[in-house]
């Protein structure tokens, strides 16, 4: 009798973690997202961040499941995609077979298209995003439409406008088999998303194209720091642009020469480029970088104030003068060498 009540709780075991088995392995993903496996990560620690990160309801069947595979100590590091329609077992096959495997690459704001074709090139592959102009994604993209066909000043030897600003700086996932195409649409459909309703409205409603916020925001990215210094050289620029006055902005002559510096030197100031601010007057040809949410907002929502002027310090302070003869003053005070 007791070999027998045995076998029948044996078999009911048996029965319920088989049952419990095939359910977990079953259930749905979650959430649909990117899971990144870091270097070094066992298979609990892997398991545990699934379930805090709601990829999974239960640690114990992935874990036993990954055992039973033998493949515990073979979990490659990386970024995995997973969506909703994934099941447990899916997404252990996933990390088991290295499937969906995504290379993270951070592009941070105001980075270049330059600089982005060098950090995709360094992770992915040479992209040649410098090679693509503005042009050939009006149709699909409907916020390049105010992008001009050739500069503004008549200048039709610099062709169609590329796509510096319209990149939006973020962290991506590539699976390295993407062509620049297919790259710059990522990038695009982001910047797409991220210019809500709500702002392409207000931009409309100032009389303003979203080219020229762009713009705006891409020199406010390399001149300042911080959201509160940049919503006031917002509306220094945006007041010296009304008032017909020199924009001046020492980040368009770095674009020019390409050095990674503040300084400009009056010869440089000098240069004949639609893109130099001491030179000529309104907002450069376009972009001179890809600019993030922040100053893409205060390019929209500038604050008024009652200075004309400011320099960046070399500590990264912002300086702010009401005229030119207290800016000078700060010059020499803070810019001696």
């Known amino acids: 009798m007791k070999k027998i009540l045995v076998v029948l709780i044996s078999f009911f075991v048996f029965i319920f973690v088989f049952l419990f088995s095939i359910y977990a392995w079953l259930l749905p993903c979650r959430k649909s997202g990117f899971f990144e496996i870091k270097q070094g990560n066992g298979l609990i620690e892997i398991a545990e961040d699934l379930k805090k990160q709601g990829f999974i309801q239960m640690e114990l069947p992935f874990c036993a499941f990954v055992s039973w595979k033998e493949k515990s100590r073979q979990l490659k590091a990386g970024v995995y995609s997973f969506r909703t329609d994934d099941t447990f077992l899916t997404i252990a096959e996933k990390i088991i077979n290295g499937e969906n495997y995504k290379i993270k690459i951070t592009i941070p704001e105001g980075f270049t298209l ?47 406008v590329n796509l510096e600003g319209f990149l939006f700086p973020d962290t991506y996932y590539f699976s390295g088999q993407e062509n620049p195409e297919q790259i710059t649409k990522i990038f695009l459909d982001n910047f797409d998303e991220k210019l809500t309703l709500e702002l392409r409205q ?9 080219f020229e916020i762009i713009i705006m925001a891409s020199l406010i990215e390399k001149e300042v720091r911080t959201f509160e210094d940049k919503q006031i050289v917002s509306g220094i620029l945006w007041k010296r642009l009304n008032a017909k006055m020199p924009l001046q902005v020492c980040a368009t002559i770095a674009y020019i020469t390409g050095k990674n510096t503040v300084k400009t030197s009056t010869e440089e100031t000098q240069i004949d480029s639609p893109y130099n601010t001491y030179k000529y007057l309104g907002l450069p040809i376009g972009p001179i ?27 990264g302070e912002t300086i702010f003068s009401k ?15």
């Open 114 to 160: 330059e600089q982005i074709d060098s950090r995709l090139a360094e992770n992915v592959t040479r992209s040649d995003l410098v090679t693509l102009d503005a042009g050939w994604f009006k149709d699909e993209f409907e916020f390049l439409k105010d992008a001009p066909e050739n500069d503004s000043l008549g200048n039709d030897s610099l062709g169609n």
């Open 289 to 315: 970088c890809n600019p993030g949410l922040d100053s893409i907002k205060v390019a929209i929502y500038p604050k008024d104030s009652a200075y004309w002027y400011y320099l960046s310090a070399p500590t």
């Open 202 to 210: 207000e931009i409309e409603k100032q009389n303003k194209t979203i």
């Open 323 to 337: 005229n030119l003869e207290q800016h000078n003053i700060a010059k020499a005070k803070y810019l001696k060498n």
